[in-house]
Nanobody
């Protein structure tokens, strides 16, 4: 059984930084692509960033490009989302999601991902 656990969320002032982590357990010897999504109150879930298993492919939403960086540590089965220059509009619950079908393909479509974490709250004060 696959389990994804996010951490690293919290309260930060606008302009500050946070690093989110997503630890994946289960299916130890399988490869997966990882996506980060977010959902603010009253809004639909939106794509943030994605990375392939090898790390050679990454993909970002225009709204975070140049400010957020997705990375991975396969030895630790962990994916990271470094968030810099945070804005109040970045406040949301952030979710990581894994796609075991196409591990070297990155995409922003939620339906691509098979497993989801429970989310971690990011709050940005102005």
């Amino acid at each position: 059984q696959v389990q994804l656990v996010e951490s690293g969320g919290g309260l930060v002032q606008a302009g500050g930084s946070l690093r989110l982590s997503c630890v994946v357990s289960g299916r130890t010897f399988s490869r997966y692509a990882m996506g980060w999504f977010r959902q603010a109150p009253g809004k639909e879930r939106e794509f943030v960033a994605a990375i392939s298993w090898s790390g050679t492919s990454t993909y970002y939403a225009d709204s975070v490009k140049g400010r957020f960086t997705i990375s991975r540590d396969n030895a630790k089965n962990t994916r990271y989302l470094q968030m810099n220059s945070l804005k109040p509009e970045d406040a949301a619950v952030y979710y990581c999601a894994a796609d075991y079908t196409l591990a070297e393909t990155v995409a922003g479509t939620a339906a691509k991902y098979d497993y989801w974490g429970q989310g971690t709250q990011v709050t940005v004060s102005s």
